[in-house]
Nanobody, 117 residues
C-alpha cells in the first residue's frame, strides 16, 4: 500500500487548507485511515481517523475545526482544516491500516503545513 499526500502549504491564521491522500496497492485491506501530525518540538500525534464504517475520531486540539472524510471508490481520504492556528503548523502524515492501531502500518511521506502571518 502506498499513500501520497497533497495540498499542504502556507496559510494565514484563521484560514483553511484541504489535504488529500490517495492510496494505491492493496487498498481493500485498509479499513482505518487517519492523519497524524508532527509539530515542531512535539511528539507525533493522531489528530483524525476514519473507519471504513465512517466512524470518526478527533484529537481535542482539532475537534470542531478539522473534518476527515473518505471516498472508498477513489481510494482517497481528505482532511479539511478550518480556522487554522499557528499551533497547527507541522508535518501531516496520511496513515492507514486494517486495524485501528496507535502506530499504523502504512504512512505517506508527509506534507508540510505552516500557519503563519
Amino acid at each position: 500500500v502506498q499513500l501520497v499526500e497533497s495540498g499542504g502549504g502556507l496559510v494565514q491564521p484563521g484560514g483553511s487548507l484541504r489535504l488529500s491522500c490517495v492510496a494505491s496497492g492493496s487498498t481493500s485491506r485498509i479499513w482505518f485511515m487517519g492523519w497524524h501530525r508532527q509539530a515542531p518540538g512535539k511528539q507525533r500525534e493522531l489528530i483524525a481517523s476514519l473507519s471504513i464504517g465512517r466512524t470518526t475520531k478527533y484529537a481535542d486540539s482539532v475537534k470542531g475545526r478539522f473534518t476527515i472524510s473518505r471516498d472508498n471508490t477513489k481510494d482517497t481520504v481528505w482532511l479539511q482544516m478550518d480556522s487554522l492556528k499557528p499551533e497547527d503548523t507541522g508535518v501531516y502524515y496520511c496513515t492507514g491500516d486494517h486495524y485501528e492501531l496507535e502506530t499504523p502500518s502504512y504512512w505517506g511521506q508527509g506534507i508540510q503545513v505552516t500557519v503563519s502571518s
